[in-house]
């Protein structure tokens, strides 16, 4: 699943292409790419013709494009209704050329009222989705992703807040870093590589935690979400892309996620592969020791 540093790429994206155009047209070819959009796919055809796309935003995961009416433009005021997108697994949203031949999992497309570009959502499992919902003043958060945390990369994010909310929870820091309502935009990938930075092994007890070692960690997971975002994010295969179909090259750098049996990159012993939480979890087993288990 796309992660934070994939996101923002494809929120660029469709900043540079798409913020300030009017929707000309709405098709939606396959009834789950709007299944979160609750009053079915007529209304959310009818809710986005003849709109204008603002602004392209984003917290944690999702995206969402503030909605104004038509020749606002991207200044104007917003009518607090978004469209909000989420990926899921496979999915993407490309911006292309009309006469490019349609993708074969091609799901919703919005054309434009200047006859350029059109902005494609192509979904190979379909567990991504839009949906136009009720959003903030001036196009701000929508109501339903209120919940989500404020991610490390965010000027407004409260480390301290972070760290405190951290060390009370009883859970293993791996799960508390993949909780979206304590820090957004952390996933399986960068949850492994930040813990490979902090010397922590994923299942130390957070409420264990040392001051210190909850700053190194948060360290990690901004110095690794930032080079990964440099990188244009993680391509494992074809399904990650930005908005013009062009891959990430952060894999290339991962030191412990996907590389099983390979040299640690810090003291060479091989890297462990353990299931967690139905997925892979990747470690050094000298550089992050599993704690000692709790005495009863």
Known sequence: ???????????????????GRTIASVEVRHP??????????????????????????????????????PGDGPAGTATGTALVAHLGMSGQLLVEKPSTPDETHLRARVTFSDGGRELRFVDQRTFGGLAVEEAGPGGALPH????????PLDGSFDAAAFSAALRRRRTEVKRA???????????????DEALWRARLHGS?????????????????????????LAQGGTSFDSLYVDVNGQSGYFSRFLAVYGQADRPCPRCGTPIRRESFMNRSSYSCPRCQPPPRRRAP
């Open 144 to 151: 339903r992703l209120a919940h989500i945390a404020i991610d």
């Open 1 to 19: 699943m796309p992660e934070l540093p994939e996101v923002e790429v494809v929120r660029r994206g469709l900043e540079r292409w798409v913020a």
């Open 177 to 191: 870093l993949l909780d979206q309502t304590l820090i957004g935009g952390v996933g399986n990938i960068y949850a």
């Open 32 to 69: 789950r790419a709007v299944r979160r959009h609750l009053e079915g796919a007529d209304s959310f055809v009818a809710q986005l013709t003849g709109r204008t796309l603002t602004a392209a935003r984003r917290r944690g995961k999702y995206l969402w494009l503030p909605l104004a009416e």
């Open 204 to 228: 130390r007890p957070t409420d264990r935690l040392t001051r210190a070692q909850v700053h190194d960690l948060l360290e990690g997971v901004r110095d690794v979400l930032g080079e990964a």
